[in-house]
């Protein structure tokens, strides 16, 4: 993979249309950074924003998994920490967020856009439900760029879905107390499993709900 590296960009995903795929561009600010629905991502200097370009793979859900298992245990390699996956798209320590996940799907390829929060100040509306790792060190988070990048690589080998799925799930909030908010319907029930296509199932009583969009909370942990 080619690596480019930049100081300020509106956005590593939308600049990332223009690179080929195989591309890694690496950005010390955003100031365009965006999650789903064109949401602010708040990246400020100290930060981790990073987009890799990617071949179209049937199911570019995948890509995020992959993005969400990559960077989770680079946190956990490098800091010991360990985070939680939440489906679709983001890692959280303790009930903060401090990484997110946006895959865009262009014709013949599919940005993978990851933001992780390290030493970058928050704005204050973000405070109570955003983290930051925090470290003393500088070079802590270029470790993490490079152990996030070997982890992403070793799963694009061989998008082994049966592999990346359970990796997922024994690192995800299932089990967990959930309200999911889709376009027209509210769910709330426990997050019990992921399907074959990484489409959440929430189970309420006896149903068993799939949840193919949307935004999930967690209520209350198991
Ligand atoms: C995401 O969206 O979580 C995907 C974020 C992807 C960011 C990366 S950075 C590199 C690449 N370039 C980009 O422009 N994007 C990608 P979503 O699930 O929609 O969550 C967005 C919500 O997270 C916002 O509405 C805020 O509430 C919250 N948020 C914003 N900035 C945050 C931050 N730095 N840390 C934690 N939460 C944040």
Known sequence: MKVTRLKKVSSTNDIAKDYPI?????????????????????????????SLVLPMIDKPQFYTFIGCISAL????????TKAIIKWPNDLYLKSKKVC???????EDKS??????????????????????????????KEL???????????????IDEK???????????LGSKVEAKTLNNTIQGIAHDLDADGFLIIKTGNKKIRVIEGDVSVKLKR
């Open 100 to 106: 997110g996940i946006l895959t865009i799907n262009e």
């Open 163 to 173: 592999q990346i799925l359970a990796d997922w799930k024994i690192n995800s909030f």
């Open 73 to 80: 245990k680079a946190i956990r390699d490098v800091t010991g």
């Open 144 to 158: 993490i760029i490079q152990s996030l990048l070997k982890h992403f690589k070793s799963y694009l080998k061989s």
């Open 22 to 50: 195989g591309s890694v561009i690496i950005a010390e600010v955003q100031t365009k950074g965006h999650g789903r629905f064109r949401r602010g991502w708040s990246s400020s200097k100290g930060g981790i924003y990073i």
């Open 111 to 140: 940005i993978v856009g990851i933001g992780i929060n390290v030493n970058n100040a928050l704005p204050g509306h973000l405070r109570s439900k955003a983290a930051t790792l925090n470290f003393s060190s500088r070079s802590d």
